[in-house]
RNA sequence: GGGUGUAUAGCUCAGUGGUAGAGCGUUUCGUUCACAUCGAAAAGGUCUCUGGUUCGAAUCCAGAUACACCCACCA
């Protein structure tokens, strides 16, 4: 052991290494740890294989791989099993931009091409995105790695969408959706940001067909009359009664159309009258369902206007709203305007504005109660939320959640691109009995392309053009992966212990993976959600491309070593709020990383002559090693509490502060003078041991790294760190 | 309109019903002795404000102020 270790702890020449060795020994899977203990487990939320990893992702292998090797050093069966999300949507959206980089479209290729592009695209990202994983010391068992397209997962998807289909909790209906006019595909609510934006109400006179006086309506949306089917007022509002039945003429088209009343109508709002657009309104699409009138959808999937504008033929929606008001303007219908605050839908990903769309599409009736028991899906959740089969840290999340839950709408899972999972779902083209007409056609069918049509027989099927939401796959993700490996894997591992993931996704997936978990297998699919917060930089800016603010995980790694990374990205940050990452911080656990190995190396250089045997010990020595003891049970009582940052803290704190500043200086005299060295010594390797291992599984590296060079001096139980015994 | 948070040192944040904490930064001093990616020391806070509970409140409660975020179909 007379080994020379530089002065100086590199991390570029051991982590490679270091990883190799975890890799080699077979500890990252359940099946190869002679464990007997309980089963614990994590699914990693899969990156989207569309992009290298970013730092948010730096912090969820920080703090998945801290719980995996806390657990597995406890001797705990653990599981942590990783993937990548083809990310619909997202993904082709990163991947025409690098197609108009090109000068190409989505639209040089046919579908299958295209999806070709794509699949080949994914397949090398995440081919990095597993080396990026390596590289942050991931500790996960990549013998199970799983991708939301592999043909089991899919098969599992498929078999979802069947049960609810057949238990009724799937349908397809025309309905207004939120529709991005740039992306060409419509969204569920959740992909809409609210924006707020000063307009312009505008108030217009329409004639009455029996009289001269008109009656004068407020709009936002101007270019929007000749979707109108009706005007409408409030039955209570006396200034309008007389009106009511009568006819008016729209402003633009002299269109006749009725005056109706609704109670949705409010009398205080503009001038009380509300002109009912129902193919690009919610609200006026309720009303007019309500009052059967007729739907004049007057925009196309283009974002122009259709024939059926008139004037407006061929516009997008800024142009046709001037040229409707120039029209008004001349007519004299513009009676005046004012300036009017309100919030706008916009697309989350490139801000276009958000039609409402009719269309027909998919959607998941949340709220329809389903089954012997007549609960919706919705219900399933909350009431396991009720009853705390899920714990949420923090626990003011709880409540943020069941709002959402009890104020859920019927999701449309529908998308118009062409990057996903397909709809399994033909239409009969011949409809030719009154039963498949009655079906309207609709064959769900999971396992193949059916020949003919079960109802009437004909042969000519089309299958659904569009793809499922990414977050009905991936909303799946727990039980998915679990079935889809070893047969007992499910069986083990489900509900797996604890999803860790941010804030931001709690609606778009974790209630959506409780709400479908709880379907599918009767059980919740983790007993905890622990929700981290975002990565902002010192200016508490969130982190983007555009801004120029990104700190790429691997560059770090590359300067500071992963350790470094992992404990900046741990310390300080408490769950569900945002933490702050600046390069200073990084370095300063840089530092640290250093003062083990220095630590370390100072004693592995006192070591040499002594033997293993336990010396009689000093009464100071009993006192050193009986706080330690008392340290020991805290560590372990924060890591039991999800409190890490605090357990990071108190470690670093101790090992440099109390083992390295006094422990280490004090027994250093006392080996130089010869008095109780080999007590001296037997209290700074039992210290140093039982923090390497306490250490480990925030800074995986260094400490094993430090261990190998200790490991004659281990039993052969314990030659490797990352499988050896929790203190 | 509804909801959820936050306010503690120059900065980023912990924290517990019992004497205000850490990291970074700042200032001073110190290198033959594991480490200058170091050590020793110092400065720096009415714990946002106002009430209440309490022997005791930065901590629990109520209100105020400021900020942040989320949700929502008032045209």
Redesign the pocket.
Known sequence: MTRKLP????PQKFEKKIYRIWEKSGGFSPDQLKSKGRPFSLIMPPPNANDPLHLGHAVFVSLEDLMIRYHRLKGEKTLWLPGTDHAGFETQVVFEKKLAQEGKSRFSFSREEFYRLVWDYTQKNRKIVREQLKTLGASCDWSREKFTLDPEIVKIVYETFERLWQDGLIYRGQRLVNYCPKHQTAFS??E???E?ETAKLYYLRYDLKDDSEGIIV????PETIPGDVALAVNPHDQRYLALVGKIAKDPLLGREIPIISDK????D??T????ITPAH???DF?IGLEHYLPIRATLAKDGRFNELAGPLFGLKVPEAREKALAILKEKGALIKEEE?L??V?HCYKCGSLIEPMLMDQWFVATNKPFGSQQKSLANLALEALKKQEIKIIPS??Q??LE??LN?L?DWNISRQISWGIRIPVWYCQDQATEVCRQKQGIIVSVSRKPTKCPYCGGKHLEQDPDVLDTWFSSGQWPYATLMANQPQDFKTFYPTSVMETGWDIL?FWVARMIMLGLYRTGKVPFRVVYLHGLV?D?D?QKMSKSKGNVIDPLAVVQTYGADALRLALII?N?PG????ISE??IK?Y??????IW??S??IL?NLEETSSKKPKLTRRDQKILKDFGKFKKKITAYLDNY?F??AG?AL??YF??TF???I??EM?IRI?ENDHQEAALYVLETILNDCLKMLHPFMPFVTETIWQQLKERHSSKEQILMTSQWP
């Not at 840089?590 to 003062?595: A, D, L, V």
Request: hydrophobic content about 30%.
């Open positions: 002065k100086v702890y590199e609510d959740l809409v940001k609210y707020q407020a709009t936002t949306r949705r109508v409010k009398i709002f503009g009380g009258v509300l002109k309104d919610q609200t309720e009017y309100h919030e839908g003011n999340y409540k943020v709002h959402w104020n709408k609606f902002r010192k508490r300080g408490t709020r945002d933490l702050v200073e911080k300063g840089r530092n640290f990383t250093n003062k220095n630590a190396r100072f250089m409190r940052s605090l803290e670093y704190h440099w502060h390295a500043d006094k280490i200086e250093k130089r």
